[in-house]
């Protein structure tokens, strides 16, 4: 398939461009700055996803986005949404325009990220942000949701945990996923025939896992990796029970920074 992969000069858009080529698809990279990332050499536009002639350009000719660029961090509530729902709306409307009706998302823990962790997560339990990034994540679900059941496409929001080369803490015992799993995971979210609005969660299959990898396997995404392998290397800290105590972590515990604007 032909995908546009925003963000793709970012740590999981790097990711990406490394192992989705090897899966048979041909690649184009969105990101506001950078020369072409490995796997993008061929097609790379710079460019702001909030800028519509940049998108529509972007996502003319492409069958499926993947749709990774934004802030990582918490922010502001206007910068919150400007990077993560303006996007996804310019994103979505260039969809329309040229007949694309596949977006893989990437979402966010901490659009739950206060949801206590006192029993199995299910990707159905109620919107429970953390933090204004995690709002922002809520409020770009519900935008996907808005337009798959207006319009004729399909979308997959995908939950990620931690997604880094290694887990270093505790918690990120649970909360991994690994680089190669999230490049199954999307090539899953873009492949799999007509999902409609689904709602996966994005970890590897981790031994002490707690979130329902169900809805990713009925997707065809089965996480191959599992953090435990680097148990051994993390040490024991005090917070660590504080950071597991809720779903978002150390993010769900820091005081939200006001006033919202
Ligand atoms: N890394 C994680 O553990 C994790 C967990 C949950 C969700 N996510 C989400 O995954 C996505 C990618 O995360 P990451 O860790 O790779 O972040 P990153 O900061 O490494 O990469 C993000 C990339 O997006 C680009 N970008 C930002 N705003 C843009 C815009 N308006 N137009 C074009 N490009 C823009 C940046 O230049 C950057 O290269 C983000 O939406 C993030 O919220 C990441």
Not at 13 to 33: F, Y
Not at 153 to 169: D, K, L, N, W, Y
């Amino acid at each position: 398939m032909k995908v546009l992969v925003t963000g793709a000069g970012g740590s999981i858009g790097r990711a990406l461009g490394r192992g989705l080529p090897g899966l048979g698809h041909d690649l184009r990279g969105l990101d506001l700055v950078g020369d072409p990332a490995p796997g993008y050499q061929h097609d790379w536009v710079v460019g702001d996803c909030l800028d519509p002639d940049v998108v529509d350009a972007a996502v003319r000719g492409v069958d499926a986005v993947a749709h990774f660029a934004g802030d990582p961090d918490e922010g502001s509530l206007p910068s919150s949404l400007e990077s993560h729902v303006h996007t996804t709306a310019r994103l979505l409307e260039a969809m329309l325009r040229h007949g694309v009706d596949r977006i893989a998302y990437a979402s966010s823990n901490h659009a739950v990220g206060r949801t206590p962790h006192d029993r199995p997560l299910t990707t159905s339990v109620r919107p429970r942000p953390d933090t204004f990034y995690g709002t922002a994540k809520v409020a770009a679900e519900a935008l996907l949701s808005l337009y798959v059941d207006r319009f004729a496409i399909s979308a997959v929001a995908m939950r990620i945990g931690t997604c880094v080369a290694e887990p270093t803490t505790v918690r990120e015992l649970s909360t991994w996923l690994s680089f190669d799993d999230a490049v199954r995971m999307v090539d899953a979210a873009i492949r799999t025939p007509a999902p409609g609005y689904t709602v996966v969660h994005g970890t590897s299959a981790n031994t002490r896992g707690w979130w329902d990898l169900a809805p990713g396997r009925a997707i065809g995404f089965d996480p191959q990796d599992d953090a435990e392998h680097f148990a051994g290397s993390i040490a024991a800290r005090t917070q660590d029970p504080d950071e597991n105590a809720l779903v978002g972590g150390p993010l769900a515990l820091d005081d939200l920074v006001r006033p919202a604007f």
